[in-house]
């Protein structure tokens, strides 16, 4: 399925703000002489028993992050009686306004996606009670009207999908260190945010471990654990910055990046492939599945479970059995997991594999910290 | 050869550039076409030239109709022409410029210029130009690049040579040589066609006139007509070429220069050490070249320069270092001399035009609160005084002719209570009838007891306005001379040479 | 008569570019719709079917940007809801709008506009949750800093330009850089991240500091519409019937001959933009204060850069800017509902805007298509505004 915007419009930078856009009217007018490049979400109008509906960010429905995935897991539930849409924004002020579209077409649960959006799902689901919420990356709660309360109070409409990823990048961290020739390994984000930076605390934590436990000294690039700083593209769509990070991260030594910054991922992959000095390890869902292109320099994949969290809301749902109660996404609940090393299985030695599947093992049982 | 036009019509939209014009010019004569500005005669060349397509008419050469879709055409049937401006690149030498478009390269690639070098030595001496090919055109008088224009067009083979205003950008000295050269190419047998405003130049060089107003041809006057003559065919109306001005005693000094140096950002001294004095009730004229520092010197009165030194005092105030807003309302008319660039701004309407320089003052304006219907009321009274031709006042500036804009100038100067009336160049480009009101208007301000500076290279002007004469060479004031000065002697000094008993 | 048919021809031309943009946005619906295609095969049905599909479309921006019956139940009043959602929308564009417009008539090129509204929202939203004061005095000093704040960023580039000669387009595009990136770090820092969240956020704007809404609490439509218009009625006396506005229209069409009249233009220059800065900011608090309420990394949006579309749609002129930004803030509007109700991807309003901008911006097309001869095409702002 195509569909046009295939540029994540998360980037709060400016002229990329501009950018994109202009990319947008171009490459619209350019599909306009193709007309049938553009493809409509699809949907089913009839009355059915679930209509389950996702507001996503401004990243629109293909940021190959995890507003995909968010849908993709939405899609997995479609059946006849369940129907499934969802609602793009262009810019943050368009939060409030979708939200209140789907809560008027009658939608039984209405999903937002994003960390952004979290105030206009609260406000929502305050103003509706008879409809169900859910929010990925965000506890959910109310934290007052100004914001500042907490823990705050639960909405019994609204219910928190959290996702534990430090655990499976912990695992991410100590494989980095293990398969590492150099003894150098590196990872960056997108923004300094919480769901980008608990992926990189736990990697670099892993590769702690790992000089803790092997007496070795690998280095971890780019997140520093003890002044919760770390490189930054500082968007999710700057493609020329997240390529030259990449490049400094290799240049300084480092064969295994972890992106955190969505679908920039990519040009640290197509720079493993073209200069054959890193391996990559994608982020959020499965890269070996969602951008098989890469496949020969992916070395695993970090995998958040939003699409399998969203599922089980909408599932939830459809059986009648919605709760608010927070969901977190663990090893335990295979909510984040470690992906499979696939196409360079067969590079790392089976003593390493092992012994990731043991510290995965070991996070579960609470045997080993994670944070 | 002769060229021979018939009917040729050539119109703009609704305006008429052209209308059935018809023009014969013989073997080996000088054809002067004489019009004012907007007549249609540059339209005309440009049509023989091949630059513009006619709309209806035809163009004959030695009797036989030829096609022009181009200058190449117009070059291949012995046509040439000298533009106003020339189309020469400075950095480049004579040689250069004449064989570009045209180069020949030897057998390695390298351009080929000893031939050409000796063509332009043999027609340089034919007729007497003194034009080495090897000096870069830059660094030559404007006299000598046109010249190189002119050899270039004979160096192709031109039979019928159109000179376009060429006196418009020499000197005295340089019109009357050119003015001597084309006589020379006519009896070596070139058809010259000279377009010009100049009613003296026509008597003096002509064998035919053809006069067009308004796209028209409306007469050929024998060469022995008056100037009167001349210029009534071509404004439509009687016109009195005299300026009448009667003896006026001067009054006490109104602005007084000393010492004024200015620079420009680079550093380079402009004016030089300018002293002088201008009393109230007297016109000085400030002749110059162009480009020998009058400009700036102007500019500087008024402000518009930066980087001065020297004292400038007006009515015993010292206003050297007043911005332009200050020095405007201390008393200063100026009337710059590019007006479409600096006296008018041509998206605003002729009402906004004609309070430049007073929007903000009373009646225009109440504190920051401006009346749209008082300036517009004041605006009908200026026009009428200053006879404006115009379909409203709330028309904008650029659909004013060129005599117009510059009466909108002088209206909106004038109407100030000023001491000192500043005017750069302030009849260039305009038609007879324009002249005639603007040097009139000029006087009259000097008869009310202004001080007037005028800055001219005009010799006509300059004699026919000035009490005295101010001669400004590379940055200085040479001469301070009496307004009964000879036009050559004048001329001489415009060119830096002292003639005899001139020196001050 | 006369003022009719000015009237007329001045309508006329934006209305046939718009009339074309939609037709062609329609096609693009109508080709975008998988159940159009289906119907590839019998030219009848096809044809039908598209005009179903894009009238549907139509029709949703329209309930989306004016009038929803389906809302208008039990309370008719509330069926105005998207016409509050349109005017939400296009409050911050007219003000954006007018800085561009403003700046454009004094010949200045305001790309900063975005920087601008960014500073503006910067200004408000830390008085509006830092400070409290009585309501009524709160709303005005937040509107004040954030107008303080905007102006003096603006007013930086021109007091650069008058000093320095330092061009306005590239000064206001790096500022830009600037005042985004400036905007992440600040909502990095403590005093603007929400208790207990480390999320780029800032902590909302107290009931105090928010713009009073109109039309009651369901409908958005706020006091910031009301700012908008009478921003663009001050600016339009700005310009049009004060000296200062002779000044900024002067250096705007010819600054030699305004120069030469004893017109200051650095003066004009960073006044202009100090203004158009002011203007912008204001923008960005009624962003604020008036629907959002709490400052993001993204509250920037696309704001300033769409003031220059909107600006140049209005052919610089303040009154012709309002219009535009009230048709860009229903296409925005009107979009959403589109999207919600018909599928149809929401990047298609981009499409609509551009092709708007495209036929308004190229008035030969239009005339071409409308076989149109003598229609006065507006004066020439649109095509020109790079001169220093």
């Known amino acids: ?371 | 050869m002769s060229l021979e036009l018939r009917a040729v019509t050539k119109s703009f939209g609704a305006l008429i550039a052209n209308d059935h014009i018809d023009l014969k010019v013989g073997d080996g004569e000088i054809h002067a076409i004489l019009g004012e500005n907007g007549a249609g005669k540059s339209t005309l060349m440009n049509v023989v030239y091949g630059l513009l397509q006619p709309d209806a008419g035809e163009i004959l050469v030695d009797g036989e109709e030829i096609k022009i879709s181009g200058p190449a055409d117009a070059l291949a049937a012995g046509i040439g022409m000298v533009h106003q401006h020339f189309m020469l690149i400075p950095v480049f030498t004579v040689a250069e410029n004449i064989v570009l478009g045209h180069e020949k390269t030897n057998k390695f690639g390298i351009l080929e210029l000893s031939k050409a070098k000796e063509e332009i030595r043999r027609v340089s001496a034919e007729f007497n130009f003194d034009v080495d090919p090897d000096s870069l055109v830059e660094t030559l008088p404007v006299g000598i690049q046109q010249r190189v224009e002119i050899i270039r067009a004979l160096i192709y083979d031109a039979k019928v040579l159109i000179l376009d205003e060429p006196t418009a950008v020499l000197t005295p000295q340089e019109t009357d040589e050119l003015l001597r050269n084309m006589k020379i190419l006519r009896d070596k047998g070139t058809s010259i066609v000279f377009i010009t405003h100049k009613l003296r130049e026509v008597q003096e060089a002509a064998d035919k006139i053809t006069v067009i107003r308004r796209g028209k041809v409306v007469g050929n006057p024998l060469v022995t007509a008056s100037q009167e003559e001349l210029a009534s065919l071509m404004v439509g109306r009687p016109v009195a070429l005299d300026v009448y001005k009667k003896a006026i005693t001067p009054g006490p000094v109104a602005l007084s220069v000393k010492n004024l140096n200015v620079h420009d950002i680079t550093g380079r001294r402009l004016v030089k050490n300018v002293t002088f004095d201008v009393h109230e009730g007297e016109i000085l004229a400030v002749a110059g070249v162009q480009g020998n520092g009058q400009s700036e010197l102007a500019k500087a009165i008024v402000g518009l320069e930066e980087f001065i030194d020297g004292s400038i005092v007006l009515d015993g105030k010292d206003i050297t270092t007043w911005s332009v807003h200050d020095t405007l309302y201390s008393g200063i008319a100026y009337v710059p001399e590019d007006r479409e660039h600096d006296g008018l701004i041509s998206s605003f309407s002729i009402a906004e035009n004609l309070i430049l320089d007073t929007f903000d003052t009373p009646p225009y304006a109440k504190g920051p609160v401006m009346s749209p219907t008082i300036v517009a009321r004041e605006a009908e009274v200026r026009v009428k005084e200053f006879d404006v031709r115009l379909q409203s006042v709330q028309d904008s500036a650029a659909s004013l002719s060129g005599g117009n804009k510059q009466k909108v100038v002088l209206a909106r100067e004038l109407s100030r209570p000023v001491k000192l009336v500043v005017a750069s160049q302030p009849t260039r480009g305009l038609d007879v009838g324009s002249i005639e009101f603007v040097h009139q208007r000029i006087i009259s301000e000097r008869d009310s007891g202004k001080a007037v500076l005028i800055f001219s290279t005009e010799l006509d002007e300059v004699t026919d306005l000035a009490d005295r004469i101010a001669v400004m060479y590379r940055g200085e004031i040479i001469a301070m001379v009496a307004a009964t000065t000879s036009r050559e002697d004048l001329g001489l000094l415009m060119a830096g040479v002292h003639p005899e008993g001139t020196r001050s | 008569m006369k003022f009719f048919r000015k009237a007329v021809s001045t309508i006329a031309l934006p209305g046939l570019a718009f009339l074309s943009a939609l037709f062609v946005s329609g096609l693009l619906i109508a080709f975008s719709d998988p159940k159009v295609l289906k119907l590839a095969h019998s030219p009848f049905k096809f044809i039908g079917g598209a005009f179903a599909a894009a009238g549907k479309a139509y029709l949703a921006l329209f309930e989306g940007a004016i009038f929803d019956p389906n809302l208008a139940h039990p309370n008719f009043f509330d069926g105005f809801y998207p016409l509050s959602e349109t005017l939400v929308a296009a409050s911050p564009l007219i003000l954006t709008g007018l800085s561009v417009a403003l700046a454009f008539r004094a010949g200045l090129f305001n790309i900063g506009a975005q920087g601008q509204f960014i500073f503006g929202a910067i200004g408000a939203s830390v008085v509006g949750f830092k400070t409290t004061m009585p309501v009524g005095i709160h709303v005005i000093a937040a509107i004040v800093t954030a107008m303080v704040f905007a102006g003096l960023w603006g007013g930086f580039v021109g007091l650069l330009k008058a000093k320095t000669g330092a061009h306005e387009v590239i000064v206001t595009i790096m500022l830009n850089y600037v005042a985004s990136y400036f905007l992440l770090w600040l909502l990095s820092t403590t005093p603007f991240l929400r208790k207990g969240r480390q999320d780029p956020i800032a902590p909302p704007v107290k009931e105090s500091a928010r713009l009073p809404h109109l039309a009651g609490p369901n409908l958005r439509v706020n006091l910031g519409i009301i700012i908008a218009l009478a921003a663009a009625a001050g600016v339009w006396w700005l310009l049009n019937r004060s000296t200062w506005g002779f000044r900024f229209r002067a250096v705007g069409a010819n600054a030699a001959a305004a120069r030469t009249a004893g017109i200051s233009v650095p003066l004009v220059t960073t006044l202009v933009m100090a203004i158009a800065g002011a203007l912008a900011g204001l923008g960005g608090a009624v962003q604020i204060l008036g629907s959002e309420y709490a400052l993001t990394a993204g509250a920037g949006g696309t704001f300033g850069f769409d003031a220059i579309t909107v600006a140049l749609l209005g052919r610089a002129n303040p009154i012709g800017t309002v219009f535009a930004a009230l048709l860009f803030g229903g296409l925005r509007a009107g979009g959403l509902t589109m999207q919600a109700n018909t599928d149809t991807p929401i990047d298609l309003i981009l499409v609509i805007q551009a092709l708007v901008v495209l036929f308004i911006a190229a008035p030969a097309l239009v005339k071409a298509v409308f076989r149109i001869k003598q229609l006065k095409v507006g004066s020439g702002v649109v095509s020109k505004g790079w001169n220093g």
Request: one cysteine or more; glycine letters at 12%.
């Open chain 1, 1 to 371: 399925m195509v569909r046009l915007n295939q540029y994540p419009m998360k980037d709060m930078g400016l002229l990329g703000g501009t950018l994109k856009k202009s990319l947008r009217y171009g490459a619209v007018i350019a599909a306009s002489t193709l007309a049938f490049g553009i493809t409509v979400a699809p949907a089913a109008p009839a009355a059915t028993a679930v209509k389950a509906c996702l507001a996503l960010d401004t990243g629109g429905v293909d940021d190959k992050s995890f507003n995909a995935a968010a849908w993709r897991g939405a899609q997995s539930t479609a059946t006849a009686s369940v129907t499934v849409k969802y609602l793009a924004a262009q810019s943050d002020a368009d939060y409030a306004p979708n939200i209140k579209k789907l809560v008027d077409e009658k939608c039984s649960v209405i999903i937002g996606v994003g960390f952004l959006i979290n105030s206009a799902i609260v406000d929502a689901a305050k103003a509706n009670p008879g409809t169900k919420f859910a929010i990925v990356d965000q506890d959910g709660f109310d934290h007052g009207p100004n914001g500042d309360q907490y823990p705050g109070t639960a909405l019994t409409n609204l219910k928190g999908l959290q996702f534990a990823t430090n655990q499976s990048a912990f695992q991410a961290g100590y494989l980095a260190a293990g398969f590492s020739k150099t003894g150098k390994v590196a990872t960056y984000g997108g923004l300094n945010i919480p769901p980008v930076t608990i992926f990189m605390d736990g990697f670099a934590k892993g590769v702690a471990y790992y000089n803790k436990v092997k007496g070795k000294k690998v280095v971890a690039l780019g997140w520093d654990t003890v002044k919760k700083d770390g490189t930054f593209v500082g968007g999710f769509s700057d493609q020329a910055k997240a390529l030259q990070i990449s490049k400094n991260f290799e240049q300084q030594g480092a064969d295994v990046i972890f992106p955190v910054a969505g679908g920039l991922g990519g040009a640290t992959a197509g720079q493993s492939m073209t200069g054959h000095k890193s391996v990559t390890i994608w982020v959020d869902s499965d890269g070996y599945v969602q951008a098989p292109q890469y496949k020969s320099v992916l070395l695993t994949s970090v995998v958040k479970g939003v699409d399998t969290s969203v599922a089980g809301v909408i599932k939830d749902v459809a059986k009648g059995m919605f709760s608010s109660t927070g969901y977190l996404g663990t090893l335990a609940n295979k909510g984040t997991y470690l992906a499979s090393y696939h196409d360079l299985a067969k590079k790392v030695a089976a003593r390493l594999q092992n012994e990731v599947r043991q510290l995965g093992i070991d996070i579960k049982s609470g045997k080993v910290k994670v944070s």
